[in-house]
């Protein structure tokens, strides 16, 4: 016998009467590494020189994405979408990211994907890398450096104002950003848990910049730290639905992997900090099992963007090992290598263990999955480019559930993939690769289109070959951008400046064929 549960997932008799009761809410939590690669996952990368052991059993338990996206290919505007269900773009910030002192890029009344489950009834929290700017208190003497420094000024003893607890969060516990970014004291809710009393710098791999640091803030030990936290939260909650978002620092730089990890990759420092992520999600899940939670907990994992050369890409491949696995480029880039990540979801209670699927999705779907989990229906003004994977977690051989995606670089390009071709309205990488912005071959075109479906590694530009598809894809973004939104629904106003350097061609005639050549 079978029941339907109400976020429609089939359940067993065995299911309904076991443990977990068909009826209850699961619990979610969501697990986000810092530029960790496709590749750096032994289960997405059969020449992967090292395991991960605990990355591998949650494919073993759960759903593994091998067509997963995030929407940016840096970290700042990932974290936006995720939380919101939006493109990034659409924010005020068109390009780079936001530093640990910068102003809120969440806009008042934007609903969260932490909003949505606190209106159902749930715990939320979040414990670690915040980035998405917060307002500090500022004395007279305030003033803002450039480069992410740290900022002259600031009031560690004020409440902070615009954090986590002010976007659907009931407890945050963390950093305002990166982990190479200032301040360097942890946040607990609204305010700072001590004053800085002291300056910190770190070098090569274990760099982050000269900031004010607390006196019980050491980096070596923040991974660990903000695990203890995330299994504190997980038995404070255990008697009641929640919602834990555990965004890592990790293995962003400083590249700081514990002295039990050190060396055992077998490549380099990096390798060897991917293998202290695997143990944290290890930690995470037997917790879960100590708690008795382990089957009604939906456990997503994933990475805001693709890995960043910092890990040092010449190293690792004299190693055996490319963290991209395939795909061209890394962090901030346009190509696949910048954007396209690993991305698992576990739950047994619901899922079918050991499943794989190949259909697209995008790290801005949190937002409509949830909703379609807990049966809620959205409003128009909230998730406007978030589409429900449910239907890949019911049948990950199913029809797809996106007809296109979006993504941008780190210097604000956009690209759109429709089916096997992707349209990159920029002549290079728009990141860090080669070629970088400025410096493209300028009898390259302008753009480039790709089909994946014969040259995954981006390599042959067969624009010229389809000038009318290049145009088709080209106008079907325009219209997103105008609309504001890219599922079904009212229109809606973008944030911010309506065209930015890189997206000047949005206003061209294309008078039936895309312009390729300056």
């Known amino acids: 016998m079978t029941f339907t549960g109400k976020s429609g997932i089939i359940l067993t008799e065995k299911q309904e ?19 960790m690669g496709y ?51 659409r924010s005020r910030l068109k390009s780079s990211v936001v530093g640990g002192y910068s102003e809120p890029l969440l806009e008042k009344g934007r609903k969260t994907v932490a909003d949505l489950f606190r209106e159902q009834g749930y715990h939320t929290a979040m414990v670690g890398k915040w980035h998405l700017g917060m307002n500090f208190a500022k004395t ?90 995330v299994l504190e939260k997980i038995e404070e909650y255990k008697e009641e639905p929640f919602f834990l978002y555990f965004p890592m620092p990790a293995p962003h ?15 380099n420092e990096y390798g060897d900090f991917v293998l202290h992520c695997d143990h944290v999600v290890g930690r995470v899940v037997e917790k879960l ?49 910048g954007h396209r990540i690993p991305l698992i979801v576990q739950w047994p209670e619901a899922i079918k263990a050991g499943g794989s699927c190949d259909r697209i999705v995008c790290l801005s779907d949190l937002m409509a999955t949830m909703a379609d989990v807990l049966d809620v229906k959205l409003p128009d003004t909230c998730a406007e480019d978030s589409v429900s994977n449910l239907p890949l977690w019911k049948d990950p051989k199913g029809a797809e559930v996106r007809k296109d995606i979006v993504h941008q670089s780190i210097d604000g390009s956009l690209s759109i993939r429709r089916g096997q071709y992707k349209l990159e309205l920029c002549p290079g990488s728009g990141g860090w690769s080669d070629p970088v912005p400025g410096k493209e ?36 973004l325009k219209g997103y951008i105008e609309n504001g939104r890219s599922t079904p629904g009212a229109p809606q106003s973008n944030n911010g400046q309506r065209i930015w350097d890189t997206i000047g061609w949005l206003d061209e005639e294309d008078n039936g064929r895309i312009k390729i050549y300056k």
């Not at 995030?70 to 505007?77: F, I, Q």
């Open 441 to 476: 071959d300028p009898e390259a075109p302008r753009f480039q289109l790709y089909d994946l479906s014969v040259d995954i590694s981006e390599r042959r530009n067969v624009i010229e070959e389809h000038l009318e598809l290049a145009s088709e894809l080209k106008e079907i």
């Open 253 to 267: 730089t400083p590249i700081l992997p514990a002295p039990e990890f050190q060396g055992k990759s077998g490549t």
């Open 39 to 89: 590749g750096d996952i032994s289960a997405f990368n059969e020449n992967c020189p090292f395991k991960t052991p605990n990355f591998d059993a949650m494919c073993e338990n759960g759903l593994r994405f091998t067509d997963a996206h995030a929407s940016s290919a840096v970290c700042t505007p990932s974290r936006y979408s995720i939380l919101t269900g939006r493109y990034n773009w």
């Open 140 to 229: 007279p003497e305030f003033t803002e450096l450039p480069d992410f420094d740290a900022c002259k000024g600031v009031d560690y003893g004020a409440p902070i104002q615009d954090s986590p607890v002010a976007n659907g969060f009931d407890y945050f516990f963390g950093i305002s950003a990166s982990l190479d970014m200032p301040p360097y004291i942890y946040i607990e809710n609204d305010r700072f848990t001590e004053l800085p009393d002291r300056e910190t710098i770190g070098k090569g791999k274990k760099y982050w910049r000269k900031g004010p640091t607390g006196k019980h803030f050491h980096h070596e030990h923040v991974l660990d730290e903000l695990t203890d936290k």
């Open 289 to 337: 099992k100590e708690t008795g939670l382990f089957e009604n907990t939906i456990v997503i994992y994933t990475s805001d963007n693709g890995c960043s050369p910092m890990a040092n890409f010449e190293e690792l491949k004299a190693k055996g090992h490319n963290p991209s696995y395939v795909f061209r480029g890394t962090k901030a880039d346009i190509y696949e290598g």
């Open 17 to 35: 009467w076991g443990k977990v009761k068909m009826n209850q809410k699961p619990n979610v939590i969501y697990i986000l590494a810092d530029d």
